[in-house]
């Protein structure tokens, strides 16, 4: 089993930056692929970014060029830089993690899953 553990949601300001954190934790011998996805009220899960053996996916168009994934070997944690924040943008997110990586675009068929943390842009 593996265990996913967010931090780093908050409220802020348009245009404002925060950096999400996700530890693994238990078997993570078995992780090879991390991820994050988001879900706004009313709205489907999308994925926002994975990371799998270095290779970098960035599903949703709109946060190109404004968020960026990377992770921390020593630590089993993956990290999610967000930056130019804008109220479209709030959402709970999610880490996930699996050996391979599933669905990128909705995040159906991954094995784990954080309990997500809440981040909020006012205007």
């Known amino acids: 089993q593996v265990q996913l553990v967010e931090s780093g949601g908050a409220s802020v300001q348009a245009g404002g930056s925060l950096r999400l954190a996700c530890a693994a934790s238990?078997?993570?011998?078995?992780?090879?692929?991390m991820g994050w996805f988001r879900q706004s009220q009313g709205k489907e899960r999308e994925g926002v970014a994975t990371?799998?053996?270095?290779?970098?996916?960035y599903p949703a168009d709109s946060v190109k060029d404004r968020f960026a994934i990377s992770h921390d070997n020593a630590k089993n944690t993956v990290y999610l830089q967000m930056n130019v924040l804008k109220p479209e943008d709030t959402a709970m997110y999610y880490c996930a993690a699996d050996s391979v990586c599933p669905t990128i675009a909705t995040g159906v068929g991954w094995k784990y899953w954080g309990q997500g943390t809440q981040v909020t842009v006012s205007s």
């Open positions: 990371i799998y053996y270095g290779t970098i996916t």
């Open positions: 238990g078997y993570t011998d078995s992780i090879n692929c």
